[in-house]
Each structure stands twice: as structure tokens, then as C-alpha cells.
């Protein structure tokens, strides 16, 4: 594979790698990423291995050691050795009055013609009553389960 990213660290650089490896506490991850920077190094102190040594002593992919590259020389440490955080922003179905709704019902008694509510009966209940215009029973169980609540 061709070195397309030179990877030249700071002394600084190095030395915060360095720390971040003796301490050993952070992500398997992180650390296996930090190693291929340290490894991967151009400058004059620096080990400068080739992709194939690099796989081979830390058993990870060409395809792995081109991105912890990519991403040191396009966007710095951090971004090379940090997992990015997700894109996508998660928006819950039950807002805080929808939960009390559903907490009611869940201490009420259950329907007619039912021995115990059922994660269904609550969803259906939910939409019946106008408090959402739809949830599934999953969002209801994780919404239970999140108020230490059960249906048992």
C-alpha cells in the first residue's frame, strides 16, 4: 500500500502518546491506534514501520492503519486516535407527560377482559387516548424498564 498519508509527530505529540500507552487505562482502541501513530511516525525520532509491520505486530488491517493516517494528517490527534461521535441524534417518542401517562396507566387497572397489562395494551393505550400519535411496545418496555417499573 502506498504511503500516501506521512505521519510527522511533534515531540509533544509523541510524548502524550506515550503517556496515554504507559497509563493504560484508555479503550483497546485508542491504544491500538495510539501504537500505530507512534509506530507509524516519519519524523527524525520517529519508528517510521511500514504498513505490513504494522498489521503484523498489531494485527489489524492495511485498511485500519490508512484511516489512523488519514485522520492524524487531515485532522489532528485526537480525531486519529478518538472515536467520533455518532451523527445521528436520537429523539425519544415519550416526552415527560407522555411517561406520567403511561406510568398511570401501568399502576391502574388493566382493561376488561384482562388479567394484566401487556406492553402491546399499553402502546395501543397510548395512541387510543391521544397521548402519542404512535409508539411501538418496545419504547414502552424501554421506558418501563428505565423507571424500574414492571408489568409482573
Known sequence: ??????????????????????????????LTRARILLKSDASEAGANWSYAQICDAFD???VTVSKVRKAYVEQGLTAA??????????????????????VALTCGAPPEGQARWTLRLLAERLVTLEVVE?????????TLKKMNLSLG
Open 60 to 62: 489489524v488491517t492495511e
Open 81 to 102: 486516535i478518538q472515536r467520533k461521535p455518532p451523527a445521528r441524534e436520537y429523539r425519544t417518542r415519550l416526552d415527560g407527560h407522555a411517561e406520567a401517562h403511561l
Open 1 to 30: 500500500m502506498n504511503q500516501k498519508y506521512l505521519v510527522k509527530l511533534s515531540a509533544a505529540e509523541r510524548n502524550e502518546l506515550g503517556q496515554l500507552l504507559s497509563a493504560g487505562t484508555e479503550k483497546a482502541r485508542t
Open 134 to 142: 404512535y409508539v411501538s411496545h418496545e419504547t414502552v418496555r424501554q
